[in-house]
T-cell receptor
Framework: AQSVTQLGSHVSVSEGALVLLRCNYS??????LFWYVQYPNQGLQLLLK??????LVKGINGFEAEFKKSETSFHLTKPSAHMSDAAEYFC????????????FGDGTTLTVKP | GAVVSQHPSRVICKSGTSVKIECRSLDFQATTMFWYRQFPKQSLMLMATSNEGSKATYEQGVEKDKFLINHASLTLSTLTVTSAHPEDSSFYICSARVRRGPEAFFGQGTRLTVV
């Protein structure tokens, strides 16, 4: 079984400040981890993913995340928030390359204040 | 990158009618597609897994006779909401998995409103 917990349903930062969105997972086998962004009335766009290899993963729009197995975490960060980053963010876990079925966290709404 | 097209993006239908939503992988073959439902301000709830050429696998609590899924080709899966009722109003999203990979790409979603 697998599960995802996103700590903080709402995060608010000032423009230019550090963005930190937290994600913890549980998995019985090595997981594949994803972060997605969703804008209102749109589908999900992949920000970044961890499958194997380097634990620090860089994604689009300046986002990155670090897979920490000992902490079962995959937190998403961005050094400097931009107004356009305001959106809903979902962390997801998939078990194995052949599974494909993802379990999503409840989402975190990011607000960026001018 | 891989592109998934979902159509229509918005649909309004009368109670009791049926609505079909299409999910197409435009530049890759998708052996598996997934259908999700998302309520306002909530996460995605997996409804069913659709494998090309076989019957869909529905998650617990999802009515298979209500939500008909067909995956007739490697690039197209359809979700038909039969005898729609206002409580079926929701945002429906599909995703398609690349062959031999863990990653799934998402469509833009369909906003269904049943009046």
């Amino acid at each position: 079984a697998q599960s995802v917990t996103q700590l903080g349903s709402h995060v608010s930062v000032s423009e230019g400040a550090l963005v930190l969105l937290r994600c913890n997972y549980s998995s019985s086998v090595p997981p594949y981890l994803f972060w997605y962004v969703q804008y209102p009335n749109q589908g999900l766009q992949l920000l970044l993913k961890y499958t194997t290899g380097a634990t620090l993963v860089k994604g689009i729009n300046g986002f990155e995340a670090e897979f920490k197995k000992s902490e079962t975490s995959f937190h998403l960060t961005k050094p400097s928030a931009h107004m356009s980053d305001a959106a809903e963010y979902f962390c997801a876990v998939t078990l194995g390359a052949l599974a494909g079925k993802s379990t999503f966290g409840d989402g975190t709404t990011l607000t960026v204040k001018p | 990158g891989a592109v998934v097209s979902q159509h229509p993006s918005r649909v309004i239908c009368k109670s009791g009618t049926s609505v079909k939503i299409e999910c197409r992988s435009l530049d890759f073959q998708a052996t598996t597609m997934f259908w999700y439902r998302q309520f306002p301000k909530q996460s995605l709830m997996l409804m069913a897994t659709s494998n090309e050429g076989s019957k869909a696998t529905y998650e617990q609590g999802v009515e298979k006779d209500k939500f008909l899924i067909n995956h007739a080709s490697l690039t197209l899966s359809t979700l038909t909401v039969t005898s729609a009722h206002p409580e079926d109003s929701s945002f429906y999203i599909c995703s398609a998995r690349v062959r031999r990979g863990p990653e799934a790409f998402f469509g833009q979603g369909t906003r269904l409103t049943v009046v």
